[in-house]
């Protein structure tokens, strides 16, 4: 199996569902896409090629730990979605054979960030 782990710098951010009618009014939108464009960086600078190919045969496998700045934040089940969604940028259910998991909400005020690794 093989395995590939980066990190998102930054404030983790959680998924927003987004209406067609509201991407450009919900400045959640435009937040949540510039986070995205953050993830996808980060998994690129590591070798990740976007999005990443899984299939039944060759399911791939997520898991996400969330460094939250303080108590108010997303759910770490929501950044987990965030991440995948980056990975997966269309709408093609090209994420239908992943798998995986994410931590308890952690703490560290001076470098909050997300540890995400992929395994093939």
């Not at 199996?1 to 435009?30: C, E, I, N, Y």
């Not at 969330?66 to 108010?72: N, Q, T």
């Not at 992943?98 to 997300?114: A, C, H, I, N, Q």
Request: with cysteine.
């Amino acid at each position: 199996m093989t395995a590939v782990s980066f990190t998102v710098l930054g404030d983790p951010k959680g998924h927003v569902a987004v209406t067609q009618r509201s991407k450009w009014r919900d400045p959640r939108a435009k937040d949540i896409a510039a986070y995205k464009e953050t993830v996808r960086k980060s998994a690129m600078a590591e070798g990740v090629r976007i999005p990443p190919t899984s299939s039944k045969c060759h399911p791939i496998l997520i898991n996400t730990r969330a460094y939250f700045r303080d108590g108010r934040h997303s759910d770490p089940e929501s950044v987990h979605r965030a991440v995948k969604d980056a990975l997966w940028p269309h709408k093609n259910g090209g994420d239908k054979y992943t798998g995986g998991g994410y931590d308890f909400p952690l703490y560290d005020p001076e470098r909050p960030r997300v540890e995400v690794e992929i395994r093939w």
